[in-house]
């Protein structure tokens, strides 16, 4: 059995804790005998944090500011105090949480991100920042938090979630805290701000040199050329940056021409990649580029996408990955260099150069200890740039010929940078951190619950944070205005005399500890259910509807869904005659769908009278469950009809947070057998697209039976169970693709039925003439609710092996019912695709 960190832990230890000396040998004996070299900046910082002080460690990627909070850790259980693990996404503390039950045991390590609680009694916690905020806001000082290892800090500055870096500083002065990252920048207001509210002595721990350096050049060269250069001088792996996905993945395959890989190479390739699924569409890109030697990586690629490229660069199989700049946190993939494609980036709001922190973010991931002696990066000077020299290389020495050279000019708004820009860049150390203090009605109802005084607490939290006094006033103001509406919505009231705990204001209604990270408008939606019709045909999508509403927006599907449907109104006002001004008009009003938008409305309104809390959060009717159900589309359908194919990950991730949400916000007694088949039918789609999500989740929930790989860590499954195996959840996927048919019969739409089962026969004649018969005897084919209901599809399962026989029937004006598709389910291709594979055998009257 491998031997765990604990086992070091001093056997005695006095009533100020253990002694700092014997902590700091047990664990650099123990990392020593791991054949690890503590750097000189982790003696430090170690020998700070064993001897109870903060420290601040703001030392280069790659330095080993992991192994110190490690070390912290080591030191929190030596002193019989719990320590909190900060990050700030939810992968990264997954990833931990994993790491240090592989280094402490599970019964030491619990978890807790919203989405998840794991073991929360345990002495170690790994938690989003915002769970540690939020558990400072409701304890204070007396929150059982004796130490704070915040990774990432200068996320402090994150104009949305800075507010949860800066609280636990406010809030827990009885803890030690250790604040990490690269790129802090001047840090001396925090050194004395802890050491004042802590009264600990604060170490600021900084290290300029790097374990691998670096080497910086600027490239005027076109990027084929720079990098090619960099493959034949032996330093791959390359990343190559960009600030937008879809020149990410643009240029991946530009870079196609390149020979990046020998044959033996593409063989390995091929070897490690296996039967890997991959799905129509952008699937089918990525498994040309791999195969080639080229990886593509960034937040809109589905998760098993984004593993397999880590996964084969981790192997040293991919010589160039493209992708975006949020390789700065916590992608793990192996780089020799980085390639900046640019050093400007949109903002949001505007074009702009990069800011030296997030110039030395994605700089500092070049050159892997162990690995690289050193590490480069590139800068690539402007397209026109590079063109204007090479035009003028071509021109020579002959000075008429360089007078004559054309030169090309910049592109409309084109934010230039220039070598100075560059150099600027390196030089530069990363700005200060700027505070980002924010309240909200959480903040003040997590305070209220706190026993004391809570305007006391309030007035430490507003008039001692790290704001200036303008801004602090503006805070004042927002807590007076937020406070009056939660006293006049009577969720809090004011007592005569101090209760038993010391409140002259306490809360009137109970709150559960993460209502306000985790789905906190889930109780609007159980209200907004109340008011529907349970035995209404579209009973079970408004449920759907409403759940949606209270998701996070996935913007990129939404965008498309408004592009298509304005084009659609375009096209069709077009067809009118209407003339262009009010067509422009008229579009201002075209957006994506929003079911029960005005019902949704009005729940919202009368809930907050009685919730205040919930105006922090936005509530959002939209359709795309709904929207992908009723157009009964699989996941590469709607992926191709809205053009979704750089946000596949985008939206797997949100039909998994809706289903989640299904799962857990709708009462069992709410749950129709529709919508129980709608939920089945949504969690199925998710594994079989990407099964990591949800194995992600029950790894994290039930991490006892998480499977482990040749080297003990955890893992999930590398593939999802056969799509039949949930039977429940297939026949609707069945039910799906037979509808399908009948909604485009009922278009009349010949060529796309033809499209789908041209390859059985079927082509787009054979639809139209064997929809003719029925067409000549009724007007039209339903397509509501009713018509795609479960009466009106026939399943017989077991006629032969691996086959299942149905039909569907079309629901005619005359009710007769006797007109219908028949097809056969192939269960094994099933399997395979993942996906409901039906033949059709005829259309026809019976």
């Known amino acids: 059995m491998t031997e765990l960190l604990t086992d070091r832990l001093p056997d005695e230890a006095d009533a100020e804790g253990a002694d700092p000396d014997a902590l700091y040998d047990a664990f650099t004996t123990w990392t020593a005998e791991r054949g690890v070299e503590l750097y000189p900046a982790q003696e430090e910082a170690l020998i700070e944090v064993v001897s109870g002080a903060n420290v601040i460690l703001s030392t280069p990627t790659g330095s080993g500011k992991s192994l110190v909070a490690v070390g912290a850790h080591f030191a929190a259980l030596a002193d019989g105090v719990r320590s909190f693990y900060t990050a700030p996404i939810k992968a990264l503390v997954s990833e931990k949480f994993f790491d240090l039950v592989d280094t402490f045991g599970a019964d030491n390590v619990g978890m807790m991100t919203g989405d998840s609680s794991v073991n929360p009694d345990a002495p170690i916690i790994c938690c989003t920042a915002e769970i540690l905020a939020n558990l400072a806001l409701r304890d204070g000082a007396e929150a059982d938090v004796g130490q704070v290892v915040a990774d990432e800090f200068h996320f402090y500055a994150d104009p949305d979630r800075g507010w949860a870096w800066q609280v636990p500083l406010l809030e827990l002065p009885e803890a030690q805290f250790v604040l990490m990252s690269a790129t802090l920048g001047d840090v001396s207001f925090f050194e004395s701000d802890l050491t004042r509210r802590t009264g600990r002595d604060t170490a600021v721990v900084t290290s300029a040199e790097r374990p691998v350096p670096l080497t910086f050049r600027y490239a005027t060269t076109p990027m084929h050329e720079t990098v090619s250069e960099l493959l034949h001088g032996g330093l791959a792996p390359v990343y190559v940056v960009h600030f937008s996905q879809a020149a990410a993945v643009e240029r991946a395959q530009a870079l196609m021409s390149i020979n990046v890989c020998s044959r033996a190479e593409k063989d390995a390739l091929a070897e490690a990649i296996g039967d890997f699924r991959f799905s129509a569409g952008f699937g089918k890109t990525l498994s040309r580029l791999v195969r080639h030697g080229i990886g593509v990586h960034h937040a809109g690629m589905l998760p098993k996408y984004r593993r397999l490229v880590e996964q084969l660069a981790q192997a040293g199989l991919l010589k160039i990955i493209c992708g975006t700049d949020t390789l700065g946190v916590g992608i793990n993939v192996p780089i020799r260099t980085v390639v900046f494609s640019a050093l400007t980036k949109f903002d949001g709001t505007r074009q702009r150069h990069l800011k030296a922190r997030e110039f030395h973010q994605v700089a500092g991931r070049a050159g892997r200890a162990g690995y690289d002696t050193d590490g480069h990066v590139v800068v690539q000077a402007p397209e026109h740039v590079i063109e204007n020299a090479k035009a003028l290389e071509k021109a020579g020495d002959d000075p008429k010929k360089k007078r004559k050279v054309t030169r090309k000019k910049a592109p409309e708004g084109f934010v230039n940078w220039t070598e100075s820009t560059f150099d600027r860049l390196v030089a530069a150390q990363p700005e200060p951190l700027t505070s980002r203090f924010s309240v909200t009605h959480a903040m003040l109802l997590n305070v209220v619950s706190r026993p004391g005084d809570a305007f006391a607490h309030m007035r430490h939290l507003l008039e001692d944070n790290h704001e200036d006094r303008p801004a602090q006033r503006r805070h004042i103001l927002r807590a007076i205005a937020i406070f009056r509406a939660l006293l006049a919505a009577g969720v809090v009231e004011r007592l005569d005399e101090p209760d038993e705990q010391g409140r002259t204001v306490r809360l009137t209604v109970d709150l559960q500890f993460d209502f306000a990270l985790n789905q906190p408008l889930s109780p609007l939606a159980l209200a907004a259910i109340e008011l529907l019709d349970p035995d209404s045909p579209s009973y079970a999508l408004d449920v759907v509807s409403i759940v949606e509403a209270t998701v996070d927006d996935p913007k990129q ?290």
Not at 560 to 575: G, L, V
Not at 591 to 602: D, F, I, V, Y
Not at 609 to 624: F, M, N, R, T
Not at 830 to 839: F, K, M, N, P
């Open 557 to 846: 599907v939404l965008a498309q869904q408004r592009f298509k449907a304005r084009n659609e109104a375009i096209a069709e006002m077009k067809a009118q005659g209407i003339e262009y001004e009010q067509r422009m008009e008229l579009l201002e009003d075209v957006t994506h769908p929003k079911p029960l938008e005005e019902l949704l409305e009005a729940a919202y309104s009368r809930y907050r009278q009685g919730h205040p809390w919930v105006a922090d959060y936005e509530l959002s009717p939209k359709s795309v469950v709904r929207d992908m159900f009723e157009r009964a589309m699989n996941f590469v359908e709607y992926i191709g009809h809205y053009g979704l194919a750089r946000s596949e990950g985008v939206l797997l991730r949100y039909l998994a947070d809706t289903y989640d949400a299904l799962r857990r916000t709708v009462p069992d007694d709410a749950k129709s057998e529709p919508l129980q088949d709608l939920i089945e039918w949504l969690g199925e789609l998710v594994r079989q697209v990407d099964s990591s999500l949800l194995d992600e989740w029950e790894a994290l929930r039930h991490p006892e039976e998480a499977a482990a790989d040749d080297t003990g860590r955890h893992t999930v499954s590398e593939g999802p169970q056969p799509v039949t195996r949930n039977e429940r959840a297939f026949r609707v996927l069945v039910r799906n693709e037979m509808f399908r048919r009948v909604q485009l019969a009922a278009r009349e739409d010949y060529a796309a039925l033809g499209a789908l089962d041209g390859d059985c026969g079927w082509d787009a004649g054979a639809w139209e003439d064997a929809l003719a018969d029925y067409f000549a005897e009724y007007d039209e084919i339903g397509t509501d609710a009713d018509a795609r209901g479960p009466g009106l599809l026939l399943i017989e399962r077991e006629p032969e092996p691996g086959i299942w026989r149905v039909r569907q029937i079309l629901a005619d004006p005359a009710g007769d019912h006797d007109w219908g598709i028949s097809a056969e389910v192939d269960l094994g291709a099933s399997d395979e695709t993942g996906t409901a594979v039906i033949t059709v055998t005829d259309v026809n009257q019976l």
